[in-house]
């Protein structure tokens, strides 16, 4: 059986996926591995890169874009090794990232799902590890809450020296035991991309499998690759998983409560963004960017959250 198979997900991002692709064959050593990208019908020469520079990559060409969650399970249904990783095509493996990763995880036959550190290109560190959405983080300001129970809602602002045992871990690059897997299920593909890899944790918690963030293993990851190309429609992608998620693992109550309050939340966040604009003449890029960004999701709120506005265009 293979130690490890890697799953890539692309859509668009030919270039940083070689950049990625070379990361693994440069790192990953002593261990039997195989991957698989799956391409969500890129346009950009993506297919033909592989082809020619990774031919020994197994290719999977979907004739739309699938979706993250769908693309994911596509291959996860075909890998037969003990461990598959998830890898976003913007992240590149630092040395020993992936052979920590599996020490952990040989060690450690309680953890389903561990992983890693992500960086800043300048080396700086990500927030890697996440809570569970609830109507705490939701309604209130994460940072305030990190400040305040840093135990409760950890940060990239603490210095984790030894894995730790987290909520959920940021997608980018995680490494999923097959055993778990089998048990759990594969990826929920009601979401069509974020949080399918926090609604996975959470399923996994409560199967009694547990979830690790490894501080050593580092990964640089550019960060939101699709929100840069498609800012404004990802945030509405993403309050469609965020409401999801709470559909199905919060209940009927918190569901109601988030959808009432979070319009509202909206609507004091573009206040904000207007005045901070008048008062900078409109001259600060960042600026005017979040009011564009609160100004449609205000508008897809006032529709009454349209499937037609986002990334996806079908219901979910």
Request: hydrophobic share 40%.
């Amino acid at each position: 059986m293979v130690d490890i198979s890697f799953i890539i997900v692309n859509w668009n991002t030919r270039d940083i996926l070689i950049n990625c692709l070379d990361s693994i064959y440069k790192t990953v050593k002593d261990v039997d591995l195989e991957i698989c990208v799956v391409d969500n019908n890129s346009t950009d020469g993506s297919q033909e890169a592989i082809k020619t520079h990774f031919p020994e990559v197994n290719l999977i060409e979907n004739k739309t874009n699938t979706g993250f969650a769908h693309a994911n399970n596509q291959a996860l249904k075909i890998m037969q090794s003990r461990f598959t990783v998830l890898l976003n095509s913007d992240t590149i493996l630092q040395e020993e990232a992936i052979k920590n990763l599996l020490t952990f995880m040989n060690g450690s036959p309680e953890a389903g799902i561990t992983g890693a550190q992500l960086l800043n290109d300048d080396g700086s560190k990500q927030n890697s590890i996440d809570n569970f959405p609830s109507l705490e983080t939701e309604i209130f300001n994460k940072s305030i809450l990190r400040l305040l129970f840093p135990n409760k809602y950890p940060s990239k602002g603490r210095n984790y020296t030894s894995p730790v045992e987290v909520d959920s871990v940021i997608g980018a690059c995680m490494m999923v035991r097959k055993e778990a897997v089998d048990e759990v299920g594969v990826l929920d593909e009601d979401y069509f991309i974020f949080l399918e890899e926090t609604d996975w944790c959470f399923r996994m918690q409560k199967e009694g499998w547990k979830v690790y963030h490894v501080p050593d293993a580092r990964v640089v990851h550019s960060s939101g690759y699709t929100k840069k190309k498609k800012p404004w429609e990802s945030q509405i992608e993403y309050y469609k998983s965020l409401y999801m998620f709470f559909r199905k693992n919060r209940g009927g109550v918190p569901y109601i409560i988030l959808r009432i309050l979070k319009p509202f939340k909206i609507l004091i966040n573009l206040i904000l963004n207007i005045l901070g604009n008048l008062i900078t003449l409109f001259q600060i890029e960042r600026l005017r960017n979040r009011l564009l960004k609160y100004h449609k999701l205000l508008i897809w709120h006032l529709l009454l959250c349209p499937d037609s506005m986002g990334i996806r265009k079908k219901p979910f």
